[in-house]
């Protein structure tokens, strides 16, 4: 499975790499310190100085990849650029520590060589387990490791027959065979657990966009019932409801509040001279009035055909009386000459007042039904409120 089957593997491999190459150069560090330690005084200091500046100098360097590397969000050319510096990395670390079987050999099979040979051993141990993230990282880093201790074998030993030699050589290239078998086996796992990771994280994004529409379908279907769908404005049911709240909270705080009914005057003769679509236009133009007239605490819908009613909330008689005034004057002074020339739109207004704690909503809309009447029975484009 190449790097290329998912646009995210390459830049999740890279960002564990960086993580755990921190962690490994911490650890390399007092392995190179031990290794320079045991060598003081067997051989001149500037090799043993020479190598670790040199080991060192590659650690801050991978130490610095891997933090740069996690304060950026690459592209895919980025992720390419990285991955070709860390296979540079890779090789120039493991030139290290294979390279101090030559930089520090003392030919002879001593405590220090078997030290550096355990020491390069545990190195390509630790590095199977933080480049073996990505396949090719991790052999870049082994091939020159073993090639330098190939040549130390082979040429710079001191103490190894031809015939220990090629047995040594050989254990060596089995071994290196080992941990490639190892390392891409590693990153074959490595590879399946993000690309499922992918996965998941794509199925919980579908699920929530797909939980995401299904809440903004919801939300539009519950604004769809409790709105009137000419107007715009709020429907029967929902006005129904909204009584029903305002007289609960009346029954225990006692603050009034006042219901207008508004009824569109000559309506039917609208319709009949003008048309239908003027009558829906006039239906919206004295929606728009009432909204613009009305408070943000007020709530206004359509009950039916022509009529209109308005509940305010925290409002006694005279102050309702005071606000249908103002409603009627302003429907009265707007022109619809827009919908049909010379048209004049007048509006009759009823109003009621909670007055008990037993009256219910049909109670409460009866009596302003019965003050809407009235208004029309003395003549129209009046309010009237009823006691």
């Not at 090629?166 to 390392?183: E, P, Q, R, Y």
């Not at 009432?290 to 055909?305: E, N, V």
């Amino acid at each position: 499975m190449s790097n290329q089957r998912h646009p995210k593997l390459l830049a999740a491999q890279l960002d564990e790499i960086a993580t755990r190459d921190r962690h490994s150069t911490w650890v390399g560090i007092p392995a190179v310190l031990t290794v320079v330690w045991m060598h003081m005084g067997h051989m001149p200091n500037i090799q043993i100085f020479g190598w670790m500046g040199y080991m060192f100098a590659v650690m801050a360097a991978r130490i610095w990849m891997g933090w740069h590397w996690k304060l950026r969000s690459a592209d895919a050319s980025q992720c390419r650029q990285e991955l070709t510096w860390r296979l540079v990395a890779a090789a120039v670390y493991g030139l290290g520590w294979g390279g101090s079987m030559l930089v520090l050999n003392t030919q002879t099979l001593d405590v220090l060589t078997t030290f550096k040979v355990g020491t390069v051993t545990a190195a390509l141990g630790i590095m199977l387990n933080s480049m073996s993230i990505i396949f090719s990282v991790y052999v870049a880093f082994l091939v020159p490791c073993w090639l330098a201790f190939m040549v130390y074998i082979v040429e710079a030993s001191g103490f190894l027959s031809p015939q220990d030699a090629m047995i040594a050589g050989i254990a060596a290239t089995i071994f290196a065979f080992v941990l490639i078998g190892s390392s891409s086996s590693i990153a074959r796992l490595n590879r399946m657990f993000f690309l499922s990771k992918f996965e998941l994280d794509q199925a919980l994004a579908l699920t929530q966009e797909s939980h995401l529409r299904e809440q903004a379908l919801s939300m539009q279907l519950a604004q769809q019932a409790r709105r009137d769908a000419l107007t715009g404005v709020y429907n029967r049911r929902y006005l129904t409801e909204q009584l029903d709240y305002q007289l609960s909270t009346f029954s225990r705080t006692q603050q009034p509040f006042s219901v207008v009914m508004l009824d569109i005057d000559h309506f039917k003769h609208i319709n009949d001279l003008h048309g239908h679509d003027a009558g829906d236009a006039v239906l919206k133009g004295v929606t728009d009035v009432m909204l613009k007239a009305l408070r943000d605490i007020d709530i206004f819908g359509r009950w039916g055909g022509e009529e209109f009613l308005c509940i305010l909330p925290n409002t006694n008689g005279p102050d309702a009386q005071r606000c249908a005034e103002r409603l009627r004057e302003e429907l009265e002074n707007t022109s619809f000459a827009a919908t049909a020339p010379n048209l004049n739109v007048t509006g009759s207004f009823g109003i009621a007042t909670s007055s008990h704690a037993s009256e219910n909503a049909q109670a409460l809309v009866k009596r302003c039904d019965i003050a809407l009447y009235k208004a029309k029975d003395a003549g129209r484009n009046r309010v009237v409120a009823e006691p």
